[in-house]
Nanobody, 126 residues
Framework: QVQLLESGGGLVQAGDSLRLSCSTS????????MAWFRQAPGKLREFVAAVRWNRVGSLTADSVRGRFIISKDTSKNTVYLQMNSLKPEDTAVYYCAAVTVGPGNIPLSDFQYNSWGQGTQVTVSL
């Protein structure tokens, strides 16, 4: 498992933007993919976006496509989630996840990831 640390959450108004960051200090960090999930109160954790680490390729959930963008900086061992046009329904704890061995495609389920950050709260008010 890899230690992941998220940052960038906060309280914003609807329509605002936030950028989440997730990084690791592991010197020999090697991932197959990294992803963002979120969990709202009383709801299951859901997939938001994922990116292949050493190849081109990313996926974004339908609920955030066109508003959220996942990106990576492999030289900094960091993955980002740019969140634009935020809505109150985006309010959740956002988790960063990583998996070191992949199935050949981009994993979309949380059980496919073996390292998790502690989460960062994003709250969007009207």
């Amino acid at each position: 498992q890899v230690q992941l640390l998220e940052s960038g959450g906060g309280l914003v108004q609807a329509g605002d933007s936030l950028r989440l960051s997730c990084s690791t200090s592991e010197r020999t960090f090697r991932a197959y993919a990294m992803a963002w999930f979120r969990q709202a109160p009383g709801k299951l954790r859901e997939f938001v976006a994922a990116v292949r680490w050493n190849r081109v390729g990313s996926l974004t959930a339908d609920s955030v496509r066109g508003r959220f963008i996942i990106s990576k900086d492999t030289s900094k061992n960091t993955v980002y989630l740019q969140m634009n046009s935020l809505k109150p329904e985006d309010t959740a704890v956002y988790y960063c996840a990583a998996v070191t061995v992949g199935p050949g495609n981009i994993p979309l389920s949380d059980f496919q990831y073996n390292s998790w950050g502690q989460g960062t709260q994003v709250t969007v008010s009207l």
